[in-house]
C-alpha cells in the first residue's frame, strides 16, 4: 500500500479552469502538508494541518484553498488556475513532533 | 525569516571520487533533513539529523550536523553513477519545511 498518495497525477487544464488534487495517508501522522515545486525545482510550503486544523498558511493565493476532512486527506482546490500555477505539488505527512516526513509521489500541473 | 542555502547547486564528478556538499541555515532549528530526488519522481528521505554533532551514514553517503555553526555536510565517498540525482537539504519541525535550493549531482562513468 502506498503510504501517501496523491491523485491525479498529471493534471493538464486550460486558465481560468477550477481543479483539485486529493492526497491521502495511512501513515497514522496528524499532520499534512502541501508543498509547491517550481520549474527551478524549488520546494516551499503551501499549507500544513494538524488533525484537520489549519496551522499554516504561507502566504498563498486566496484561489487555493486546503480542504481537510479528516486528518488521514488534505486536499487542494484550485480556483481560476493561472498559468504561473503550473508546479508539482507534493502532499506530506508527519508524525507527531514532526521526525520524519513522507512525500507523495506530485501531481505535475500543467495549466495553458 | 528561516533561510537554507546549499551549496554548490550543481556538481559535476567522476566515478570513484569523494567531494562534500554543504547546508547551512540561518536560525536556530529543531532538526535538518536530507533527501534525494530523482527526476519526475518523489523525495526520498535519506537523513533525519536531531541533535550537535550527530553523524549518520548510509552506504556512500555520510551526513553530519553542527548546530552551533548552523552547517550540515552530506560527504560521497566514491561516488558511483547512481547517486546521481538532487540533494536537498531541509530545516524544521512539525508545522513545516523549509528546503534549500538543492543541489544537482551528476556522475560521470
Known amino acids: 500500500d502506498t503510504a501517501v498518495s496523491q491523485t491525479p497525477k498529471y493534471l493538464v487544464t486550460q486558465m481560468g479552469n477550477d481543479k483539485s488534487i486529493k492526497c491521502e495517508q495511512n501513515?497514522?501522522?496528524?499532520?499534512m502538508y502541501w508543498y509547491k515545486q517550481d520549474s527551478k525545482k524549488f520546494l516551499k510550503i503551501m499549507f500544513s494541518?494538524?488533525?484537520?486544523?489549519?496551522?499554516i498558511n504561507e502566504t498563498v493565493p486566496n484561489r487555493f484553498s486546503p480542504k481537510s476532512p479528516d486528518k488521514a486527506h488534505l486536499n487542494l482546490h484550485i480556483n481560476s488556475l493561472e498559468l504561473g500555477d503550473s508546479a508539482v505539488y507534493f502532499c506530506?505527512?508527519?508524525?507527531?513532533?514532526?521526525?520524519?516526513?513522507?512525500f507523495g509521489s506530485g501531481t505535475r500541473l500543467t495549466v495553458v | 525569516e528561516l533561510k537554507v542555502e546549499q551549496n554548490p547547486l550543481f556538481l559535476s564528478m567522476q566515478e570513484g571520487k569523494n567531494y562534500t556538499i554543504y547546508c547551512n541555515y540561518s536560525t536556530t532549528s529543531d532538526r535538518l533533513y536530507w533527501y534525494r530526488q530523482d527526476p519526475g519522481k518523489s523525495l526520498e528521505s535519506l537523513f533525519v539529523l536531531l541533535s550537535n554533532g550527530a553523524v549518520k551514514q548510509e552506504g556512500r553517503l555520510m551526513a553530519s550536523l553542527d548546530t552551533k555553526a548552523r552547517l550540515s555536510t552530506l560527504h560521497i565517498t566514491a561516488a558511483v553513477h547512481d547517486l546521481s540525482a538532487t540533494y536537498f537539504c531541509?530545516?524544521?519541525?512539525?508545522?513545516?519545511?523549509?528546503f534549500g535550493k538543492g543541489m544537482k549531482l551528476t556522475v560521470n562513468p
Open positions: 506530506a505527512s508527519s508524525p507527531p513532533g514532526g521526525y520524519g516526513y513522507t
Open positions: 501513515l497514522g501522522h496528524d499532520t
Open positions: 494541518y494538524n488533525n484537520k486544523e489549519l496551522i
Open positions: 531541509a530545516v524544521g519541525g512539525s508545522e513545516k519545511l523549509v
